[in-house]
C-alpha cells in the first residue's frame, strides 16, 4: 500500500520556521521526484518546491526563493521542507508529492498556520 505521511505542521509567528517531513512507504521512494505544494481554501494547488530523485536538482517557487529548502533522505525514504521567514499568506495545507513518470502519489496533507 503506497503511503506518502506528513508531518510538522502547526501554528508559527508570522517570521518564524518550520520543518515539514514527509516520509514514504510502499513504493521505490529513490526513484521518484518529489514535490511539496500548497493548497488555500478556494484556490488551486500552488507548486512550492521539487527536488528530483536522486537530490541533485532542486526548484522552487520565486515566492520561496531563499527561505525554503526542500531535501529528502533515500535511505529513510524522507523528504523535507525547511520553511522560514514565513508570512501569514502562506497559511495552508502543505501536501507531499511524488512523481514517476505517469505514476505519481499524494500525501493528506499538513496544516501550515502562521498567524500572530
Known amino acids: 500500500q503506497v503511503q506518502l505521511v506528513e508531518s510538522g505542521g502547526g501554528l508559527v509567528e508570522p517570521g518564524g520556521s518550520l520543518r515539514l517531513s514527509c516520509a514514504g512507504s510502499?513504493?521505490?521512494?529513490?526513484?521518484?521526484?518529489m514535490s511539496w505544494y500548497r493548497q488555500v481554501p478556494g484556490k488551486e494547488r500552488e507548486l512550492v518546491a521539487s527536488?528530483?530523485?536522486?537530490?541533485?536538482?532542486?526548484n522552487y517557487a520565486d515566492s520561496v526563493k531563499r527561505r525554503f529548502t526542500i531535501s529528502r533522505d533515500n535511505a529513510k525514504n524522507m523528504v523535507y521542507l525547511q520553511m522560514n521567514s514565513l508570512d501569514a499568506e502562506e497559511t495552508a495545507v502543505y501536501y507531499c508529492?511524488?512523481?514517476?513518470?505517469?505514476?505519481?502519489?499524494w500525501g493528506q496533507g499538513t496544516q501550515v498556520t502562521v498567524s500572530s
Open positions: 508529492y511524488a512523481r514517476r513518470g505517469g505514476s505519481n502519489y
Open positions: 510502499g513504493f521505490s521512494f529513490s526513484w521518484y521526484a
Open positions: 527536488i528530483s530523485s536522486t537530490g541533485g536538482s532542486t
